[in-house]
Nanobody, 124 residues
Framework: QVQLVESGGGLVQAGDSLRLSCAAS????????MGWFRQAPGKEREFVVV????????YYADSVKGRFTISRDNAKNTVYLQMNSLKPEDTAVYYC?????????????????WGQGTQVTVSS
């Protein structure tokens, strides 16, 4: 059974940085696609970034491009989201997701497995 566990969220000020982690277990992730999504109160779940585990190919939402960086550690089966220059509008619960198959999908419905989420709050 696939398990995804996020960590690293917190309360920061605008301009600060945070690094989120997503520890994956229960599956061989070498062929998986891993995504980060976020959901603010009263809003739909929003795509942030996706990475293809095997190739390292990535795709970012325009709203985070240049500020956020996704990476993975194969030995630890962990995906990271480095978030710099945080803004109040980045405030949300951040979710890690995984799927099998090709492509770099941005639709949350294309993902089969989800973590429990970690809260990121950015104060102005």
């Amino acid at each position: 059974q696939v398990q995804l566990v996020e960590s690293g969220g917190g309360l920061v000020q605008a301009g600060d940085s945070l690094r989120l982690s997503c520890a994956a277990s229960g599956h061989t992730f070498s062929s998986a696609t891993m995504g980060w999504f976020r959901q603010a109160p009263g809003k739909e779940r929003e795509f942030v970034v996706v990475i293809k585990w095997s190739t390292g190919s990535t795709y970012y939402a325009d709203s985070v491009k240049g500020r956020f960086t996704i990476s993975r550690d194969n030995a630890k089966n962990t995906v990271y989201l480095q978030m710099n220059s945080l803004k109040p509008e980045d405030t949300a619960v951040y979710y890690c997701a995984a799927r099998a198959g090709i492509g770099l999908p941005t639709n949350p419905e294309d993902y089969e497995h989800w973590g429990q989420g970690t809260q990121v709050t950015v104060s102005s």
